[in-house]
């Protein structure tokens, strides 16, 4: 705990949340609870045959299913199930997947302020954020409005369990970066740091059972409970050097947003230690030195280690490094051209941290 107690701030939304209940049952009841009776299920398209068989078992208060969500939240996207929405008549909608699908739901409660359910299908966190980033002409844009908050969160470790080995661990470490981040953020407060440290404790444990049994549900529910803290953080405080990375990667270069979240953070995350300092006691406690410690894991569970295996190229890296210095954001350490420069040559080859 820090030793004062400074003043701070927080936004709490009024949401209703379910964690380890059946999710159909959950969807219905939360359905019920808010008077809804008309919504619309989204999916990806690869969860699509899923979210049929989901909206069966929840019944006719679901009334159609759209399956059209895709990573970064394209606009264009967006404009299409805002169509399918409107022309069914929908009163609400329930987001069956991961921060894709989320992001649909949140763009799409922006735009009509329809009420969301989401029910997590993975361990990005976007659930319990006000956050929505989206995308038009290639260029990534994120913007904070309480209108995309949802309403109802439904976390059920069976909806995860489908995921594969190698996105259970990108997605874990998605979820540690918020924690991480949210330890040094400038805006953190007892509470967010309480959150962030027990969520990197539930991760760090719950990860390698997870990859050694994908199918053991308590194993998922503690990355699951770990995951929803990690999630909580990232909608209270902000975020520094290594999700900026990530954006800018994501958001200019097309980079998948797991994978690149876990090649960047122990880059990030060893940039930032020395600035840091107690301020990543909880992590050091973890997985000792924090950049090496976060790498040694990661490797372990057979994350991908460099950007170029993600489809980056070397070319690439200078305008990386250039778009990424063009927004200038607080950051435990100073961000400067050669220390950025070098860290991304670093994360695309794969090596070492610094
Ligand atoms: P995702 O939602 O894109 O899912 C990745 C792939 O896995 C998709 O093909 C999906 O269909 C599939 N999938 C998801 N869950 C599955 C399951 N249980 N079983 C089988 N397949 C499954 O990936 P993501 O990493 O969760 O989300 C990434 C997106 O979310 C990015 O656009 C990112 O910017 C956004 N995001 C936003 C916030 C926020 O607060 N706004 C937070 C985190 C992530």
């Given at each position: ?9 927080l936004?709490l ?7 380890g209940?059946?999710?159909?049952d ?39 299913v759209?399956?059209?969500a ?21 009163d ?24 969301q ?9 976007s ?6 980033g ?8 994120t ?10 969160i ?53 990860l ?5 049994a994908?199918?053991?549900?308590t ?9 929803f ?15 900026k990375?990530c ?16 090649v ?15 301020q990543?006691?909880?992590l ?25 295996d993600?489809?980056?190229?070397a070319g ?9 210095l ?29």
């Open positions: 705990m820090d030793d004062t107690l400074a003043p701070f701030a936004r939304a009024a949401m209703r949340l379910w964690f209940t059946p999710a159909a959950a969807v219905r009841e939360a359905l019920a609870s808010l008077g809804l009776t008309r919504a619309v299920l989204l999916s990806t398209a690869s969860q699509g045959d899923n979210a049929r068989r989901f909206a069966e078992a929840v019944g006719p208060a679901i009334i159609d759209f399956s059209g895709v990573m970064h939240t394209p606009v264009e996207v967006t404009a299409e199930a805002l169509t399918f929405v409107e022309s069914v008549g929908a609400a909608v329930v987001s069956l997947g991961g921060g894709s699908t989320t992001g649909l739901g949140k763009a799409i409660a922006l735009n009509t302020d329809l009420p359910i989401v029910v997590p299908t993975t361990y990005a966190g659930e319990s954020t006000a956050i929505l989206q995308t038009e002409g290639g260029r990534k844009t913007i904070t409005d309480p209108r995309v908050q949802p309403e109802a439904i976390f059920d470790p069976a909806m995860v369990a489908t995921l594969p080995v190698a996105l259970t661990v990108t997605s874990g470490l998605n979820a540690i970066a918020h924690a991480v981040e949210a330890l040094y953020a400038r805006d953190r407060n007892p509470l967010t740091s309480t959150l962030a440290t027990e969520g990197l404790a539930a991760m760090i444990k719950g390698p059972e997870v990859v050694a994908p199918d053991d549900l194993a998922r529910s503690r990355t699951q409970y770990g995951a803290l990690c999630g909580l953080v990232l909608g209270q405080v902000g975020m520094s050097l290594h999700h990375l954006h800018v990667l994501g958001g200019s270069f097309g980079l998948p947003h797991a994978e690149t979240h876990a960047i953070l122990p880059h990030a995350v060893a940039y930032n230690a020395g600035a840091a300092g107690d990543l006691a909880a050091r406690a973890l997985v000792g030195e924090p950049g090496r410690g976060l790498q040694r894991f990661a490797k372990g569970l057979g994350a991908p280690m460099a950007l170029r993600l489809g980056l190229a690439d890296l200078d305008r990386a490094t250039e778009i990424a063009q927004n200038q954001y607080w950051n435990p350490r100073p961000i400067e051209q050669a220390g950025l420069r070098a860290l991304l040559q670093r994360a695309w080859a794969g090596d070492d941290t610094e």
